[in-house]
């Protein structure tokens, strides 16, 4: 099961850097699914969805080696269009392999893709935008198939700004016939960097970033080199882990500009907040304050992946708050646990609504999925006593080491896997 101990109620202090992203170097590993060569991805981060990734990599014929945070990537032979269940259901951005495997082989079958449960997220915005551009899907008993002689180019109107749907079509589109025009796109950061990384290995993409991109489809991609983004979602983290317990940390590399809205409420909080090339300096003075009434949304608003680490601060913030939750319509679970430690949070359809000034206490309580893990681990660090966080091998699907990360802080915490 794995456990992470946390003694609470030290302020965090120091310095920590920030990893690669997660949820940049998924879609980029699918990515290279579609160059018939090598593709080099430097600070590519050690978490467990990145294996999952690799291992799905290799079951469709590709090699993969690893060298620290150097990841090599050979599908010069891929061959196979079949993706194994036992990786597919580990982790729903599998999903975003079905249009790399489309443009290359022209077909792929899968099982329904699983990973945490924090919600309802159909794939339906996938299949609809892959059969824009002319794949022909069938199911088979929670299996699906989909073929396509040749993919051609076509106008997509996304139903909702999906950033899986996005990625998916921008995959599919990238060696079809023709010229895709995608509308509705999600504007993450981890969309431009996509983008960005098909580009440099020869594709023809604009407006990567925005809701508008368009693809002119070509023959053929090359060999290239690319160095994965800092993890905005993990700096985020550590950022209101240092608002909620207290102190001030230096974290290097964090990307300020794709974190404005967390850096506004944090300020309304009562943090010092100092962004630079280098990273972000934040520090708490006083008492947390309420930000009021906060809602997580498309970027550039608050990531829907913040949503739990923020309920931890919010709890104990001075008077009340809100949080509502816009993208994931299970995501408030976490509050179940935290309400364990003493939170104080009351959950109303996709609301949670706190008094503040809660004092948490130490508890023994269990991660369901990623972000609410992390936010358990947070509410150790704030907790009196001692708490334990069970089944520590969800945080580790997007998080390298967050016990040696939260120590080079001055946290007091342990684990054992």
């Not at 599998?94 to 997220?121: H, N, T």
């Not at 080199?225 to 207290?246: F, H, K, M, N, S």
């Amino acid at each position: 099961m794995g456990w992470i101990q946390i003694r609470g109620g030290t302020p965090l202090r120091g310095e920590v850097s920030i990893q690669g992203s997660k949820n940049a170097a998924l879609p980029i590993m699918a990515a290279s699914a579609l160059v018939p060569g090598v593709t080099v991805l430097m600070n590519c981060p050690e978490i467990s969805d990145v294996s999952c990734m690799c291992e799905l990599l290799k079951c469709v014929g590709a090699k993969v080696s690893r060298e620290g945070g150097r990841l090599v990537i050979d599908a010069s032979r891929i061959s196979q269009h079949r993706l194994p269940e036992e990786h597919v259901t580990r982790m729903r951005s599998s999903v975003i392999l079905a249009g790399a495997m489309l443009g290359r082989c022209g077909e792929v079958f899968f099982q329904y893709p699983g990973g945490c449960v924090i919600g309802d997220r159909p794939i339906d915005l996938h299949l609809a935008a892959l059969k824009k551009l002319g794949a022909v899907f069938t199911e088979d008993g929670g299996h699906l198939a989909a073929r396509a002689s040749r993919l051609e180019g076509a106008r997509i109107v996304l139903d909702f700004p999906s950033v899986g749907a996005t990625e998916n079509a921008v995959l599919a589109a990238a060696l079809a016939k023709g010229t895709t025009e995608i509308y509705r796109c999600a504007a993450e950061p981890e969309i431009s960097a996509l983008c960005d990384f098909l580009n440099g290995a020869g594709a023809r993409i604009r407006g990567g970033g925005t809701a508008h991109i368009t693809v002119e489809g070509v023959p053929r991609l090359h060999e290239s080199q690319w160095r994965v983004e800092p993890d905005r979602i993990v700096a985020g983290t550590y950022l209101i882990g240092v608002l909620a317990a207290g102190g001030s940390a230096r974290l290097l590399r964090a990307p300020a500009r794709q974190l404005t809205e967390v850096l506004k409420v944090a300020r309304r909080m009562g943090a010092e907040i100092a962004a630079d090339r280098e990273g972000i300096s934040v520090e708490r003075t006083g008492k947390l304050q309420s930000p009021g009434a906060l809602e997580t949304g498309v970027y550039p608003a608050i990531p829907t992946d913040l949503q739990s680490p923020l309920l931890v601060a919010l709890c104990q913030a001075q008077g009340k708050s809100s949080l509502t939750e816009r993208i994931f319509n299970g995501r408030l679970a976490v509050a179940e646990e935290l309400n364990r430690m003493g939170a104080g949070i009351e959950v109303e359809g996709n609301c949670a609504r706190m008094a503040g000034g809660s004092f948490l206490t130490g508890s023994s309580v269990t991660a369901r999925e990623l972000r609410g893990g992390a936010a358990l681990v947070l509410a150790g660090l704030c907790a009196g006593g001692y708490s334990r966080v069970y089944n520590r091998r969800f945080i580790d699907r997007g998080y390298e080491d967050i016990v040696r990360d939260l120590k080079s802080l001055g946290a007091d915490i342990g684990s054992e896997t």
